[in-house]
């Protein structure tokens, strides 16, 4: 039976506790134990609380008051008057101080100046754009979580983006030795599914199941769990025993076509013998990783987003990875790739953090007081929204909204790191084909909502690191532990205070339209959604499927975090939905061509979701710039 909202603790404060804790913490100077926290200057832990963002628990992401400027610009068309001229002039502002633009400021002092007066503008009250900390003490120990972007894809780096990183002093290699991470499959437990009663009419925790990995020589048992039809879990069961070619006699090319042509969901009943109902379980599989159902993507790309599908192509193991964790080979910091942007933020204004290296940067001490001082040639400012920016004479002129004042700064150069939808409103300037090519990009919702527990105990009764909730807002629930990185620690042995993350994206009324209006109408459900309907939706997954274990939710939640991303993943271009464009005339390749002094970054501009992605296209955009160009 559904719980009230009081039996699942609802009215518990945990916003008040916080705010207790961070003030008699910063009061005592007890915001930690020194172990925990004893690192980059000096030792001394973080002072909590308003000064410091990263700590701030609730609505975070796309957080209220960081949006609400632009979207009168785009949505209203407003026009803003009051205009104050700031009468500052740097050799360049960067829109956006994501990894991207963040990047972009780096590598302008390497191009043009080491001495380069250089201002940051960002509409959050933090940086990083997705590359965001969250940071926990409720517990009486700092834990540490990613709020957005965790995953270092070094494989597919570039030598630019591999170069920077160098720079920046990180060595995957030493990252790869502290990391025990496995998405929802351990290092320690088994994969497991759960199946909540609000949606499966009971509630069903399968141990050791996954779907991309199946469940072993078991698997029909394990099956035979599933609160579905019995006609649904037969045609499950057979799928994962199968071992044959469906295309048997068909060539490579014709195999490729066929793959690229269908939805995953469309493989799994046409050729896999799956119900409806049974491929529908798979739909959750893909949120994270677009924001889309396995539905709306084809066949080829959930091969390799390591779905089943090999077993049924001819091989005799199931997932097209040849990898049994969803995430593929990564490297990683416990705050994910904040840390990188930290790293950046570091290089560009030292005084911010002193001390501060690639191998403790996870306990670094960050005063956000000194990101924006004027006798900094690097000045970062936060809950700056950029409205206006053109060419004016030999430089570039930029407008931004700051706490309901609209203020003015001249500029040599100006790289847009931005959203590429935005831009368009920035720059009217722009030539009309650009601006079509910019609306093209339309980014992917996401959702990254981080519960710290009292501790692991449930989960350890239950043997399992995490879980896949195929009837869930977020398909995905994970321990976050094990990623020992850059001078902390966080031991699976470990049984105290635990982040737990809650990944997905809002499936759309309608997934049988093209994903782009399935995003729009995803992100409107987003915004619409209340702190509130996350806690509810987080607090009734944990207590059906920790209750058991003697997991209590009234008491047993410390902190939440919702990380909401309604402009998540850059736009990549899919088999079925998106044409192929000759060389060149690629929406994006259109969009980021530079006008006058100001160019384009943002991974936006390399169609791809990547950091590194992010980081080639803040090169681009530097080397884009007049005078910018690298000497033969
Ligand atoms: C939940 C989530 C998980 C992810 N996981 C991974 C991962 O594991 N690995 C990976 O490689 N990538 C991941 N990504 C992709 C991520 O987008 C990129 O890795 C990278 O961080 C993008 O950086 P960026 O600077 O291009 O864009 P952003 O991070 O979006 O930064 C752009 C910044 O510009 C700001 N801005 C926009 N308009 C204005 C304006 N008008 N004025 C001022 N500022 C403005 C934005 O608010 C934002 O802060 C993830 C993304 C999300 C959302």
């Given at each position: 039976m559904k719980k009230s909202d009081r039996q699942l603790g609802m009215d518990r404060d945990i916003t008040r506790r916080d705010f207790i804790h961070d003030l008699s913490l910063a009061s005592l100077g007890l915001a930690m134990p020194m172990g925990a926290m004893a690192g980059a200057n000096g030792g001394e832990p973080q002072p909590a609380g308003a000064d410091y963002p990263p700590v701030r628990t609730g609505m975070r992401g796309s957080h209220p008051g960081a949006f609400e400027t632009a979207h009168a610009l785009a949505r209203n068309g407003k026009k803003f008057s009051d205009l104050v001229d700031l009468e500052e002039t740097y050799d360049l502002v960067v829109v956006g101080a994501g990894i991207s633009g963040l990047a972009a400021a780096y590598y302008y002092r390497k191009q043009f100046g080491a001495d380069s007066r250089i201002l940051i503008l960002e509409n959050h009250d933090d940086f990083g754009g997705h590359a965001r900390r969250n940071e926990f003490h409720q517990g009486g120990q700092m834990r540490l979580s990613w709020g957005g972007t965790m995953n270092?894809?070094?494989?597919?780096?570039s030598d630019t983006a591999n170069a920077l990183l160098d720079e920046l002093g990180v060595d995957i290699d030493e990252l790869l030795e502290g990391y025990e991470f496995e998405y929802g499959s351990g290092p320690k437990g088994s994969p497991s599914v759960y199946f909540d009663a609000e949606t499966y009419g009971r509630s069903e925790l399968v141990h050791g199941f996954s779907f991309r990995e199946g469940g072993g020589g078991d698997v029909g048992s394990m099956i035979g769990r599933f609160p579905i039809s019995a006609d649904s879990r037969e045609s499950l069961a057979s799928f994962y025993t199968r071992r044959e070619n469906v295309f048997e006699g068909k060539s490579a090319a014709e195999v490729k076509e066929i793959l690229s042509g269908i939805s995953y969901t469309g493989f799994l009943k046409q050729y896999g013998g799956l119900t409806d109902e049974a491929a529908d379980l798979f739909i959750k599989t893909t949120h994270g990783y677009w924001g889309l159902g396995a539905d709306s993507l084809s066949a080829r790309e959930c091969i390799n987003a390591g779905l089943p599908i090999m077993h049924l192509l001819g091989y005799p193991y199931l997932s097209g990875s040849g990898d049994d964790d969803a995430g593929g080979e990564v490297a990683m910091f416990p705050d994910g790739n904040a840390s990188i942007a930290r790293l950046l933020v570091h290089a560009l204004i030292p005084d911010v953090s002193p001390g501060s290296n690639a191998r403790n940067i996870a306990l670094a001490r960050f005063d956000y007081s000194r990101l924006d001082q004027a006798a900094s040639p690097v000045r970062l400012r936060l809950e700056s929204t950029v409205v206006n920016v053109q060419n004016n004479g030999p430089g570039t002129r930029v407008t931004y909204a700051n706490h309901g004042q609209l203020v003015r700064v001249e500029s040599r150069h100006t790289v847009l790191a931005c959203y590429h939808r935005i831009i368009p409103y920035l720059c009217p300037d722009m030539p009309r084909e650009q601006k079509e090519a910019q609306q093209y990009q339309v980014k992917r919702p996401l959702i990254l909502t981080n519960v710290l527990l009292r501790d692991s105990k449930a989960f350890d009764r239950l043997d399992i690191s995490g879980t896949y909730c195929p009837g869930r807002l977020h398909g995905a629930v994970w321990q976050v532990k094990g990623v020992n990185t850059a001078g902390y620690r966080h031991d699976w042995e470990d049984a105290g205070p635990v982040p737990v993350m809650f990944w997905g994206s809002v499936a759309p009324p309608d997934s049988r339209v093209p994903p782009k209006e399935q995003h729009r109408a995803s992100r409107a459900r987003l915004l619409a959604m209340s702190f509130e309907d996350f806690e509810r939706e987080v607090r009734t997954v944990l207590d059906g499927m920790l209750g058991p274990a003697g997991f209590d939710v009234q008491q047993d939640i410390l902190a939440i975090t919702v990380n909401r991303w309604p402009h998540g993943y850059a736009y990549d271009y899919l088999d079925l939905w998106d044409p192929d464009w000759p060389p060149g005339q690629a929406p994006h390749e259109i969009a980021r061509r530079p006008l006058g002094n100001i160019t384009i970054a943002n991974a936006d501009a390399g169609a791809d979701a990547y950091t590194h992605i992010a980081i080639d296209q803040a090169w681009r955009a530097v080397t884009d710039l007049p005078a910018g160009q690298i000497p033969s």
């Open positions: 270092l894809e070094f494989p597919m780096f």
